[in-house]
């Protein structure tokens, strides 16, 4: 009787270790599982942080490129009103300054118009040509006080910068390259050249008898007059 009760003392035990693995799993697997659900969440919760800043740098370079796009529209904007802002400030200026100068011009046209009914029937040429002289004078003034200068031609040496030579003059009474008259004269308008003056410079003669003669007019290699009879 008690090697039966042995027996099934030691079947009892067996079966005790038996419920106890069934109810109370190894502890090593349990480890691993929680460590592998842990590093799942890990993994997870990277890549929801990865999206988070790239979904975050998306929306600045969406910010970023608006913020550029209105800084550029403004500046677009901007240029268009200078644009027009200017073109509205020369169309100004242009109109002042025509108005200033017909202003000026305005006693000369009175004073032709003086001069005009003053010689009408007249027979007196000094007194036509008085008048002449009076409205020359008072357009030089208007010419003056607008910047116009006439160039200084008559005596001085050729600049070819202000001046045109038309002719050249044969003669020993000036140095060479001497302006010694004017044809038509120039003009000026404060350090701007608007006309040349036209003029005949003086060269060397080669004779005394070649003096007052231009280029055109001296005599040729054998020494026969080119003017014909």
């Given at each position: 009787m008690s090697?039966?009760?042995?027996?099934?003392s030691?079947?009892?035990q067996?079966?005790a270790?038996?419920?106890?693995?069934?109810?109370?799993?190894?502890?090593?697997?349990?480890?691993?599982s929680?460590?592998?659900?842990?590093t799942e969440?890990?993994?997870?919760?990277?890549?929801?942080?990865?999206?988070d800043?790239?979904?975050?740098?998306?929306?600045?370079a969406r910010?970023?490129?608006?913020?550029?796009?209105?800084?550029?529209l403004?500046i677009?904007?901007?240029?268009?009103?200078f644009?027009?802002?200017?073109?509205?400030e020369?169309?100004?200026v242009?109109?002042?300054t025509?108005?200033?100068?017909?202003?000026?011009v305005?006693p000369?046209?009175?004073n032709?118009?003086?001069a005009t009914d003053a010689?009408?029937?007249a027979?007196?040429?000094?007194?036509v040509a008085?008048?002449?002289?009076?409205?020359?004078?008072?357009?030089?003034?208007?010419a003056?006080?607008?910047?116009l200068?006439?160039?200084e031609?008559?005596?001085?040496?050729?600049?070819?910068?202000i001046?045109?030579?038309m002719?050249q003059?044969a003669?020993?009474?000036?140095p060479?390259?001497?302006?010694v008259?004017?044809?038509?004269p120039?003009?000026?308008?404060?350090?701007r050249l608007?006309?040349p003056?036209?003029?005949?410079?003086?060269v060397p003669?080669t004779?005394?008898?070649d003096?007052?003669?231009?280029?055109?007019?001296?005599?040729?290699?054998?020494?026969?007059?080119?003017?014909?009879?």
């Open positions: 090697e039966h009760a042995g027996e099934k030691d079947d009892d067996s079966a270790r038996e419920d106890e693995d069934t109810i109370y799993p190894d502890e090593e697997t349990a480890t691993e929680e460590m592998a659900a842990g969440e890990d993994g997870a919760a990277q890549e929801a942080d990865e999206v800043e790239e979904q975050s740098a998306v929306e600045s910010a970023e490129r608006n913020r550029m796009r209105e800084q550029l403004r677009a904007a901007d240029f268009d009103n644009r027009k802002r200017s073109r509205k020369i169309e100004e242009r109109r002042r025509i108005e200033d100068t017909v202003r000026e305005l000369v046209i009175d032709l118009e003086r010689t009408a029937g027979t007196d040429l000094a007194a008085e008048g002449v002289q009076m409205v020359l004078r008072g357009f030089e003034e208007v003056n006080r607008l910047g200068t006439r160039v031609s008559l005596g001085q040496m050729f600049d070819p910068t001046h045109d030579a002719q003059e003669t020993n009474e000036h060479p390259g001497t302006i008259a004017e044809v038509v120039g003009y000026k308008l404060g350090d608007l006309r003056a036209m003029v005949v410079v003086a003669a004779g005394t008898g003096q007052g003669k231009s280029d055109d007019d001296a005599p040729n290699a054998d020494g026969e007059d080119p003017t014909p009879e």
